[in-house]
């Protein structure tokens, strides 16, 4: 095998003319030993300089930013969201920086390597090694590594003056970085998804999110896949770089729909709350399934490889998807439950700055900790969130809800205007992009095609088995808010080694740019046009359907309800085993597990049950998360509540067969799921922000 | 000058062999265009993995840390303290890695360059380009350019074997990375220290703590400077190593003391919060003169530069010591004023989250902006958190007064715990360290005399001035609390050019863990055993105060007090100024700019003076910052309460002489300086956590 490659890449790299640069500036006359530093020094205070430059520009963005947001909002202007402000204002300095910086150059001391270079292997390599003599006059070698920095344009080579050259490094810097996006900002974003979601109507329309998430998401892959690679065979110039795989790449990167600004639009205008949660559900998890795929499409190519449609590379991808999304979610929710176990059972919450360090760390380690583990950290952290508001959110002291809440919604904010400013910069700075009219047209073309499959075809499927069904207004919305924004970017620029894969990037980038600062600025309009229900009050709301759930109730004490077993079933099993078994073993609340287990376990339920727990029966049930998050217990478990009302008083053993007598789907989930009238009017004290 | 260099630097790298080296793993059989990216992916999917391993890793130990903080503080142990534990506990996992990560390597694809080189410039380049064809069999050459990475040692050459190759590239990540250190956590630690700094006890001792951090820590490092330089000329072996200028460079950098644990600790006991102050204050500024003395060093050098005594440079250095100095005062407090200015101004106090985000951004602005214009961004963001606590706070909405000291109190428990786990790591995983252990005897000898030469005689000095004379014990103690922390190493590892500077980075680690974990550890003995007072009450503290302010100022009644210009005549025309101008322009306290400025500032008054300041008289009095801060107004404006109560009702005008009739000194600011009895029991609501 390494004697086949040796033969196969000629390394024939011949160097024939060196020279060495220096700066210019400050050289010191004289060579000693206490000198031999002062180069290093001097390249490394220009490199700190630079660096404090860089982030200098995009606080002064960001600042600008938030005060523009706020004479925004003061003034109830609309037409214009935040994210495509940042994305505006990201654009104009990075055109001032593009086009300031035209001249590059780089004068920090080098050696050029030049000459004729038979050099046949696709890539170059990703270091280069230099022997140097240890010193003066020493005969000791000492090796030097060099890594890979990147490509230099023709006009790098010879330049001078310090402006020039700093505004050079500057425009290289503020280019968007997708490890710093993947690794500190989309983990912000992520976790404030899940630990702020209004998880009730999240789970109520469980069903019809996850098949707009999953389905719909491979719909769109497929159909813009399927679109491109139809669409490049007719571009001539370009059609030799795209296989066919290349295409489900794009496909894959390009379905990732992003939550940010519609989503604040809707919660500033209180938009219908049904409709929210599908918006809000699928593109939140629809980001995990376009991560996935797109390197599910990967594996499928490092693993087929030429040798057409393998059969078995291609069950490998879907079989990787699913381990990929259940790895992350076991990992996501198994460390949730871990900082639950702690805060219960430490007293940590006496010192309320570590359990909320302890928190916040622990969520950040489920993202990295399924990154590390080569899952999907988008997955893990998302659940990781929803775990610690269902179970550790309840254990926490109340200075910590407050804490928790405020942090998290803070960098949330921050991160995502950040994003949108650095996207706006590097869309002029990035390097690798190509741009072509053509491809750029068939890639706006395809989605909106792709979006069309996934939404209306979906909808009329869901709902048919939906008694509360989807509106055709919701579909137009929903059609209407497939923003691309920071994770289709960020896939798109992380990989941009081939020419399809430059030109995915610059096309990638327009959708941003269109949709993000088109639609976000026309959601409100078409909120309007499309006359979707703005203004909604949750209190308001939750009273409503308090009175048709009297109603129905009444109904069904007079017509006992039918056993079935329907779809959300598996929904109502988890949800009995949450209020019998995870609840009681990982928060405080009542009833513990000596009342919900069996006798038999005694021993180890009164281990796991706290003291709080066996001496204060009402502790927390008023802080509980759920009610808090605008979510009921008894929600979910419509089989019990409903048991409870029309067979009398129950007891709570034997309850194993609940779900034989629910009556459960999505309608009847969302009308009769309310079994404490005035619960949900308890709110947490302290206003949460306005940008949940 | 250019050709002089030429003929200088011969530069004859000959290089005669190559080989190009690919991963073993995963390598595909074919290549064709559309796997041109495959190895380069794998590059980056190998990089990524380690960024994640690499940061699960930290975060596991700092969950770690917080846990058994957690067990400590529960279990009232105080052995040994957070910063300690972090320390031993990066030192344990930097150990291993490093023992497991013996047989280092790399398996990349890479160009290896060997070869007899003449190569005769002091560093390596600091980057190396190559020129390769464009592709397959175009005749176009691309240029790539390769950064410095760094040395290699000899045994990176040959190994296989994905785990080794892995713990390799991590035990290089896992280095203390002093760019990480300067931009992101020491801003958290610095602002912090200055948002929650118990301003009273700071300005009232201000003299001394400024004598301590500017001419104690001139002192310390000169004579640290001295003394190195005296015993090493006694090492033969590295004596030729040092120059005299390293040794004062190493000096400026030793000098600076940690205020982390021992602050900690203190506030934990409660104990004497004048002996509080003053270890505070010296260790807060002395990190930036220390900071600002160590690159005044540099700059004399690189200005004298081998030619002796030039006196020229040694006043160049002064000058640009208060300039940079001055600088970043300036800048930290600018920014902190048009921050208080946009939220006196702008209704922005309407959206909380707008407005935290806003001091937030601004804050780590004015860092960013000293460092960029090549002052010092610690000075900058010290007084820039001043400011803020001063003025801004004043006019946040409740919920962000809330939010941002739980936010800064967060940010910097969690950097401060993370400093100390990256040191311990790095302790062992840093490469540029030579031990020598004559030269660590010298620098622990050295820096305790320093710290002789700067506690003892400086406090005695002072005493001759002050009325409450600084006692023998905290003396003790103050010499006591040098510990050297993270200022010191990553000042030292910042620069690792030349052997001088290698053996100053291992000495400099050994004093940090030294001092951190013997004197931290022994913080508390040492407090009983000097019979300091512990468990201060502070309003107990201020009731006493009131009561013996009562009887003297019935004693000044009795005998009015003579005119004398005294060493705080300036804090005192500062305070008046703050009072008149600063607070009613910046603030929205009474009395407002109309009422305060002359008549004939009319107009200009009235456009400064909001309609909250001029309708509401009493806003915001209860919840001015120096009263939640325990600062009082009447703290440093004696000459105003005085003759307030020992004239009867004076005016607000025409006070512009009251710095004549004032009586203050450190010992009468400290006894009578609480007009309003009962202002200072007044808390805000919600604990401000143990750790302030």
Redesign the interface.
Known sequence: ??DK?TT??R?L?L?NL???A?P?A????????????????L??LA???I???T??ML??L??LT??T??LF??KRLRFLHESGLSLIYGMIVGAVIKYTASNKC?S????????T?????????????????Q??NSSN????????????S?D?IHCTGSLVRAVHAFSTKVTFDP?FF??VLLPFIIFEAGYSMKRRHFFKNLGAIMAYAFIGTTISCVVVGGIMYGLTRFMKDIV??F?L??CFWFGAIISATDPVTILSIFSDLRADVDLFAFIFGESVLNDAVAIVLSSSV?SY??KS??EGFNANAFFLSIGNFAKIFLGAFGIGSALGCVNAL?SKF???R?????E???L???S??SF??C??A?LT?IVGILFCGITQAHYTYNNLSE?SK??TK??F??MN??AENFVFLYIGVSIFTFQYQYWHAGFIFASVFSIIVARFCNIYPLSLLLNIGRKNKIKTSFMHMMMFSGLRGAIAYALSI??T??TA?KLMVSSTMFIVLITVILCGGLTTPMLQWLQIRVGVDEDVEMKNIKESRERDTEQIEQTPPKKKYDKAWLVSLWHNFDIKFMKPLLTNSTPNLMETLHPCCMPLSRLLTTEEQMTNPCVHIEADSDTDMIIDHRELSIGESISTVSHGATQDTDKHDITEDSLIDDNILGDLGHGQPMRLQINVP??L???V
Chains 1, 2 share one sequence.
Not at 108 to 115: A, H, Q, T
Not at 142 to 152: F, N, P
Not at 350 to 354: A, E, I, R, S, V
């Open positions: 095998m390494a490659m196969k890449i390394l790299v160097f060196f020279n060495y220096m210019s400050s050289t010191p006359a004289t060579i000693g030993p206490a000198d031999a530093d002062t180069k290093e020094e390249h490394v490199q700190h300089k660096d404090s430059l982030i200098l606080l002064g960001l600042m938030i005060l947001i706020w909002k003061h780089d920090s001391p080098y050696v050029r390597l030049n000459g270079a038979y050099y046949t292997a696709p890539n170059p390599p990703a270091a280069v090694y230099l022997k140097l003599p010193s003066f070698l000492k090796e030097i590594k060099y890594d890979l920095w990147g490509e230099v023709e790098t490890e993947f690794n030799k770089e296989t795989n290349d990967d190519r490092l490889n030429q702690i430490t007293k940590i006496d010192f309320p700055l570590l909320t360090a302890l916040f760390l622990m950040y380690m990295q900790a990154e590390a080569e950290g200075e407050h804490r405020q942090l919604e803070l904010f921050l992380r990989n080694a081939t894969k302290g206003p922000g306005e940008n």
